[in-house]
T-cell receptor
Framework: AQTVTQSQPEMSVQEAETVTLSCTYDTSESDYYLFWYKQPPSRQMILVIRQEAYKQQNATENRFSVNFQKAAKSFSLKISDSQLGDAAMYFCAYRSAYAGGTSYGKLTFGQGTILTVHP | EAQVTQNPRYLITVTGKKLTVTCSQNMNHEYMSWYRQDPGLGLRQIYYSMNVEVTDKGDVPEGYKVSRKEKRNFPLILESPSPNQTSLYFC?????????????FGPGTRLTVT
């Protein structure tokens, strides 16, 4: 079974600064996707960024980028030029691409990191 | 508008009183899933469905039932709720289980069992 670990329960950053959220995962599979979701106080789950394991290039979406280290099973999220609206709970998640597995389709989530942005 | 809807958004009930949380999607998605969110544990899958009449247990299925009689609907049933089922519940759907297809989440249902 796959596991996802977020070791930082809380992080804080000054507005306009850069912050990195950490995530590690464990899997024996070679084909999978990794995701970062944002959950603001409204509780809505919002997809921030995704990374396909077979792609060596790190994904980027505007101010959000990832550092994907497949061998180390690490998947961190960097938020540049932090804004007040970035304050939220962030979840790292794993999803298998192996159709024969019992976890096919399931998102496996980490524990979450609460990000506070100070003005 | 493409969306996943859940009802109710908030529910307070008492131990043992059967309840159903509805979930509906308008995107013709095959794959649907229920998750519960608890502090320090993230979200965990309760049940999932690959298509109509095809459902299976996720990681924490005890105390829950589901059905998938129509493609768009995937209700979560708590036959005899207990306080340990107090949680935030999310329904989600994607076109297929393949991870290239984004999983869309409903707005969540906050359930309190006293």
């Amino acid at each position: 079974a796959q596991t996802v670990t977020q070791s930082q329960p809380e992080m804080s950053v000054q507005e306009a600064e850069t912050v990195t959220l950490s995530c590690t995962y464990d899997t024996s599979e070679s084909d999978y996707y990794l995701f970062w979701y944002k959950q603001p106080p409204s509780r809505q789950m919002i997809l921030v960024i995704r990374q396909e394991a077979y792609k060596q290039q790190n994904a980027t979406e505007n101010r959000f980028s990832v550092n994907f280290q497949k061998a180390a099973k690490s998947f961190s999220l960097k938020i540049s030029d932090s804004q007040l609206g970035d304050a939220a709970m962030y979840f790292c998640a794993y999803r298998s691409a192996y159709a024969g597995g019992t976890s096919y389709g399931k998102l496996t989530f980490g524990q979450g990191t609460i990000l506070t942005v100070h003005p | 508008e493409a969306q996943v809807t859940q009802n109710p958004r908030y529910l307070i009930t008492v131990t043992g009183k059967k309840l159903t949380v509805t979930c509906s999607q308008n995107m013709n998605h095959e794959y649907m899933s229920w998750y519960r969110q608890d502090p320090g544990l993230g979200l965990r899958q309760i049940y999932y469905s690959m298509n109509v009449e095809v459902t299976d247990k996720g990681d924490v299925p005890e105390g829950y039932k589901v059905s998938r009689k129509e493609k768009r609907n995937f209700p979560l049933i708590l036959e005899s709720p207990s306080p340990n089922q107090t949680s935030l519940y999310f329904c989600a759907s994607s076109l297929t289980p393949f991870p290239r297809y984004e999983q869309y989440f409903g707005p969540g249902t906050r359930l309190t069992v006293t």
